[in-house]
């Protein structure tokens, strides 16, 4: 299917891709180091190897700057030796080592660069692992108060490029810098000790106005990434409504908008660009005073007699050859500003938690569960205050069809999703059976559950993978089964491509009703126990609503069934009706009890706040029908052939080919 849908098929993907503990439970790291270091750490052998090879060049440089004192106190400078022997000797070395320290530094670099660049591809894959299983492990009620945009920054945009950016420059430029600053002021410290200190204030001086700088950018940056996080979750709204924004006409006030949105990202990037070359120009005139005072120290020392003016030279040389690596850790310095910058943003992410956790141990609605849902008292909120369920007690037996109706927001779909524990109550509890749903882990109450949405969401796949969410590796008999059960196979075998049609993003390339029968399919394929449709049925036209009404007067004997619906004709078949209005339960009956009953539900229907809906005769099913297929055996036949035959065609581009698995 997706090139990454293995992190959907498994929950358990990123926890075998990172260390110990999850986003969920893992101590949050106060600190960038203790961040990437676990993930860095499983390859401790390969750093350690690949640190030592890149402090070999900068060794190998180090000691060229003994070259100009040597030349010029050992050649210029009249010794026992003819002159002409001194430069070929010298030349003849000078040239060795020169063609030696070249082949070494490549060398080095090159392995050591290769290596770092495979640490920091596996480092950043187990950190996007982490946040993705992390972000998508949070209740609801998390994902309702962040924007997809936002989200999905975390996971694959800059706050962790930035971070593995700094880390590959700091492991792949700091060793090499580092000793060539080691080595040759230890070196230079034997020609004389003052001219060595101002190279170590200049060191010292380096590092400090780094981190100085580094704390005056995180800000800027910190700007900069709110700003680009803005910027794409607008981008992601205005793709995720297009249709809309071409059927209101609107496009260029959506244009003017973005324009305003780039616009202040455009201000954001500037501030953050001067600042770094300000703080760039302070280094630079850093080194420009301390060379100065390199050269004014040298030569007084010269002329007192200290050095020779080989060792003079030499300093010099020295400094020019630090001027480099000294640069190089000064904007690794600045590049931990933005490092950090994007740590802080990345902790808020970690520090969340979701707000229906799992359960340490936790208990298994072991299958077939086939227990009574029992509320008591249930009591909810989305926010403090905004009570939108109050003092619930139910009792739904099983097997019992049970209709939610009643005035838009009065908590009808609020308690479907306390039921799925997408959500726990504030006060109260909710039992299958004599398991409390607050024991069990919400991944496995919601398995147990058989879900058909007003909109169903269907990924940008095939049909066939679309239908094998929950189930990767069921049968071709089953999945035809569950085709024919929810009315789908007669327009699945229509299609082109069969099972194996693309259905676009949000399934864009399927009618309203072909999408309700393949929600119908999909839930009912691993065979649950619940069944819970929460007004599957009210965008429907005539004949999409009987093909689907069909379905459901097969698949819902044997079962607990939950119906949200604005229609009569969807429950009036009914075991029971529960009349919510204000987030509580006021009125509890049968439809007929409930239509001569003076209340709410006989105002309602009274009031025509009801959708009548189509006539529909076959929808209430004679006793004992069971989920079932066509009985024509040649019918079967036939159809398992077509679906065996898609299975070992060509899948969508997306999951490539799957040997024949459905």
């Known amino acids: 299917m997706w090139a990454h849908s293995e992190t959907l098929r498994s929950p358990s993907f990123a926890a075998n891709q990172q260390p110990k503990g999850n986003g969920h439970d893992a101590k949050i790291p106060k600190n960038l180091l203790g961040f990437v270091w676990p993930y860095a750490a499983r390859h401790r052998r390969l750093l350690l190897f690949a640190f030592a090879l890149n402090c070999l060049p900068g060794v190998a440089i180090a000691f060229q700057t003994l070259a100009p004192k040597y030349l010029i106190d050992d050649v210029l ?38 290596i770092f660049t495979r640490i920091r591809e596996h480092v950043v894959l187990d950190l996007r692992a982490r946040f993705f299983e992390h972000i998508n492990g949070l209740c609801l009620r998390f994902h309702n108060r962040h924007s ?24 792949i430029n700091v060793p090499n810098a580092a000793t060539m600053v080691v080595v040759a002021c230890a070196w230079i410290f034997f020609w004389d000790w003052s001219l060595t200190a101002v190279l170590v204030t200049l060191v010292i001086a380096t590092a400090l106005t780094a981190r100085y700088s ?38 260029p006030q959506i244009n003017s908008a973005f324009k305003e949105n780039v616009d202040c990202l455009r201000e ?14 302070r280094a630079e005139g850093l080194g420009y005073i301390c060379f100065a005072l390199l050269c004014g120290l ?52 970690l520090r969340a938690q979701s ?121 071709n008999e089953r999945l035809l089964e569950v085709c024919e059960s929810a009315n789908a196979w007669e327009f699945i075998r229509a299609l082109p491509h069969g099972l194996n049609t693309l259905v676009g993003e949000g399934g864009v390339r399927l009618s309203g009703g072909q999408r309700q029968r393949l929600a119908i399919a999909r839930a009912l394929l691993h065979n649950p126990d619940y069944l819970l449709f929460d007004e599957a049925t009210s965008a429907l036209d005539t004949v999409s609503e009987r093909l689907v009404k069909q379905a459901l007067s097969r698949i819902l004997v044997g079962r607990t ?41 006989k105002d309602m229907v009274d009031s025509d706040k009801f959708d009548i809906g189509p006539p529909n005769p076959n929808f209430h099913a004679p006793n004992g029908v069971a989920l079932h297929r066509e009985t024509k055996d040649q019918s079967i036949a036939n159809d398992l052939k077509s679906v065996e035959h898609q299975a070992s065609g060509k899948t969508s581009q997306f999951n490539g080919k799957r040997n024949g698995s459905v």
Not at 85 to 96: G, M, P
Not at 269 to 280: C, I, L, W
Not at 407 to 413: E, H, I
Request: proline share 5%.
């Open 214 to 251: 580094s704390l005056q950018l995180r800000s800027l940056f910190q700007g900069y990434q709110a700003a680009e996080s803005r910027i794409i979750g607008r981008v992601v709204d205005i793709f995720r409504g297009n249709r809309d924004i071409k059927m209101h006409g609107i496009e």
């Open 561 to 601: 069934a939950i119906l949200i619906a604005h229609r009569l004709s969807t429950i009036k078949h009914c075991d029971r009706i529960l009349v919510i209005a204000d987030g509580e339960i006021v009125q509890d009956g049968t439809f007929q009890e409930l239509s001569l009953t003076p209340g709410l539900f």
């Open 355 to 475: 707000s229906t956790p799992e359960p340490v141990p936790a208990l298994r609605l072991n299958p077939p569960t086939k227990a009574d849902i029992v509320l008591r008292e249930v009591s909810f909120a989305y926010n403090p205050g905004t009570t939108v369920l109050r003092d619930i007690t139910l009792s739904i037996p099983f097997g019992q069809r049970v209709a939610f109706v009643g005035p838009s927001g009065s908590g009808k779909s609020t308690l479907a999703k306390l039921l799925l524990r997408l959500y726990d109550p504030e006060s109260g509890s909710i039992s299958f059976g004599d398991v409390d749903l607050r024991n069990c882990s919400p991944r496995d109450v919601c398995r147990h559950f058989g879900v058909v949405p007003q909109d169903p969401y269907f990924f940008a796949t095939t049909i066939r993978d679309n239908l094998t969410l929950i189930d990767r590796h069921c049968s």
């Open 268 to 281: 954001k990037a500037y501030e953050r660009d001067v600042g770094t070359h300000r703080v760039n120009m």
């Open 77 to 114: 400078t009249p010794k026992g030796l003819p002159a002409n022997e001194r430069i070929v000797r010298l030349t003849i070395l000078l040239s060795l080592y020169l063609v030696a320290a070249f082949v070494l530094r490549m060398a080095a670099w090159y392995a050591s660069y290769r």
């Open 298 to 349: 040298g030569a007084w020392r010269y002329f007192t007699g200290h050095i020779t003016s080989g060792q003079l030279m030499g300093f010099l040389a020295a400094y020019l050859s630090l001027y480099q690596p000294l640069t190089v850790l000064f904007t690794v310095g600045t590049m931990h500003g933005q490092a950090e910058a994007s740590f802080t943003r990345l902790q808020k992410v």
């Open 148 to 171: 997809s945009g936002e989200l999905f920054t975390n996971v694959m945009g800059s706050p962790l490029q930035e971070i593995a950016k700094f880390f590959h420059s700091a492991v």
